[in-house]
C-alpha cells in the first residue's frame, strides 16, 4: 500500500532554484533550474546540477537553458521537462498516484503565468488541480510570520530573477510591488564592472562565486579580497585579478538602489494601520538574495524600518508552500480569483 500513497509537496519554482519541501521528510531537492539540451533535436540531456556542471564547458552541439525568466515560464517546454524530471523523482518508479503540489508564483503575475504554470505542473504528473501561492507569503509561512492574524507583516522576497516586496495580512497580499532585478542582475553587475575597469572576461559563475565570497552591499571597514580569473579583452589570454569587497558593493550599487526603491514603493502604499504594524515588528528578508552581506543594513538605512534576514532565506518559500497545504483552503480563499484579477486589470468589465 505504501507504494500507492499520495506524495504532498510544496514546490519554489525559482528563476535560479528549484527547492521542494515533501510533507513528512522536509527539503528534498534543491537544485538549479537550468536544463542542457541537444541542439540537434532539442531533446533534454541533463537537468539540474548535471546541467549547471555543462554551463559554459560545452561543445557546439549542446545548449544550457535557464526555462524560467524574471519569475515567469520563459520556455514552456523546457519547463514541463524540468518539472517532470523532479516531480518523477518524488514519485518513485512504482508510485502511480499523482503528488498534491502547491507551488509558488510571483505575487504580481497575470492569469496567463498562472494558467502556464499550473498546467505545466499537471502535464509534468502532478494531482489536478494545482494549487498556486504566491512567492512572498509562501516565503512569509515559511518564515513563522503570523500572517494569518489582522497585523501587517512584510516580505522582502529577493529572488534570482525578480525582488518582490508584499504587505500580508489574513493570508492576503495587501500591497506588493516588484522589480525583475535580483540575483542574476547583481552578478550581471559584477560582470559589467570587471569587464570595464580591469578589462577581464569573465563569465556569469565566476560572478556569483565572486559575490558569494566576498559581495556586501556596503562598503567594509576592513574589506576582504579575492582573486578573479578570466580572459583578458586585449591581449586574449587568461589573466588574474585580485578584487577587494569594496569594489563589488560600488559594482552591484545600481541594481541594489532598484531593489530598495521597490521596497520604498511597496511601503508608500501601505495603509497607515498596516504601516505601523510594520514599524513596529520590521521587515522579514527572504530569498538567496537576502545573503548578501549587509543587505539588510542597506534596506533599514534607505526604509528606517529595521530589516532582518529570516533562517534559511533560501529554503523558506519552499518549506512555506509545504506548510500551506495544511490550510490551502482558507488561503485559496483570501487570495483573487482569476475573474477578480481581470476585472482589477480592465476595470471597465466590472458589472453594476
Given at each position: 500500500?505504501?507504494l500507492?500513497?499520495a ?12 527547492l ?11 537544485q538549479?533550474?537550468?536544463?542542457a ?12 546540477d ?7 564547458r560545452?561543445p557546439g552541439?549542446?545548449?544550457v537553458l535557464?526555462?524560467?525568466q ?28 499523482r ?13 496567463v ?6 498546467d ?27 500572517v494569518?492574524?489582522?497585523r501587517?507583516s ?17 493570508y492576503?497580499?495587501v ?34 562565486e565572486?559575490?558569494?565570497?566576498i ?7 576592513s574589506p ?11 591581449s586574449?589570454l ?8 569594496t569594489?563589488i558593493?560600488t559594482?552591484?550599487e545600481?541594481?541594489l ?10 511601503l508608500?502604499r501601505?495603509?497607515?494601520e ?8 520590521g ?14 543594513k ?10 532582518y534576514?529570516?533562517?534559511s532565506?533560501l ?26 484579477m ?10 453594476d
Amino acid at each position: 500500500m505504501a507504494l500507492f500513497s499520495a506524495v504532498r509537496a510544496g514546490i519554489d519554482l525559482g528563476t535560479v532554484n528549484f527547492l521542494v519541501c515533501e510533507k513528512g521528510r522536509g527539503l528534498v531537492i534543491n537544485q538549479p533550474s537550468v536544463v542542457a539540451i541537444h541542439n540537434r533535436d532539442d531533446s533534454v540531456v541533463a537537468v539540474g546540477d548535471e546541467a549547471l556542471e555543462l554551463e559554459g564547458r560545452t561543445p557546439g552541439a549542446l545548449k544550457v537553458l535557464y526555462p524560467l525568466q524574471g519569475g515567469a515560464i520563459a520556455d514552456y517546454r523546457m519547463t514541463t521537462a524540468m518539472l517532470s524530471h523532479f516531480i518523477n523523482s518524488l514519485r518513485g518508479n512504482f508510485n502511480l498516484v499523482r503528488p498534491e503540489i502547491v507551488i509558488t508564483v510571483p505575487a504580481g503575475v497575470t492569469t496567463v503565468e498562472q494558467r502556464a504554470v499550473r498546467d505545466a505542473c499537471e502535464q509534468a504528473g502532478a494531482r489536478r488541480p494545482t494549487h498556486l501561492i504566491p512567492e512572498p507569503l509562501a516565503a512569509a509561512l515559511g518564515s513563522d510570520v503570523p500572517v494569518d492574524l489582522p497585523r501587517g507583516s512584510m516580505i522582502v522576497n529577493i529572488g534570482g530573477g525578480r525582488t518582490e516586496a508584499a504587505v500580508i495580512s489574513l493570508y492576503g497580499i495587501v500591497a506588493s510591488e516588484s522589480v525583475r532585478i535580483a540575483g542574476k542582475q547583481i552578478d550581471e553587475a559584477i560582470q559589467a564592472y570587471v569587464r570595464r575597469k580591469y578589462k577581464l572576461s569573465i563569465g556569469i559563475r565566476t560572478a556569483e562565486e565572486v559575490k558569494i565570497a566576498i559581495g556586501s552591499a556596503l562598503p567594509d571597514i576592513s574589506p576582504m579580497q579575492q582573486a578573479v580569473r578570466g580572459r583578458d579583452t586585449v591581449s586574449g589570454l587568461p589573466k588574474t585579478i585580485t578584487m577587494s569587497s569594496t569594489e563589488i558593493a560600488t559594482a552591484i550599487e545600481e541594481p541594489l538602489s532598484a531593489i530598495a526603491q521597490t521596497v520604498k514603493n511597496a511601503l508608500s502604499r501601505t495603509p497607515p494601520e498596516l504601516a505601523a504594524d510594520i514599524l513596529d515588528r520590521g521587515i522579514v528578508l527572504t530569498g538567496g538574495g537576502a545573503l548578501l552581506r549587509n543587505i539588510e543594513k542597506l534596506l533599514t538605512q534607505a526604509t528606517e524600518v529595521p530589516c532582518y534576514i529570516t533562517d534559511s532565506p533560501l529554503e523558506c518559500a519552499a518549506i512555506g508552500a509545504e506548510k500551506a497545504l495544511d490550510d490551502i483552503d482558507i488561503i485559496e480563499r483570501s487570495l483573487p480569483t482569476e475573474e477578480e484579477m481581470l476585472i482589477d486589470l480592465f476595470p471597465q468589465a466590472r458589472m453594476d
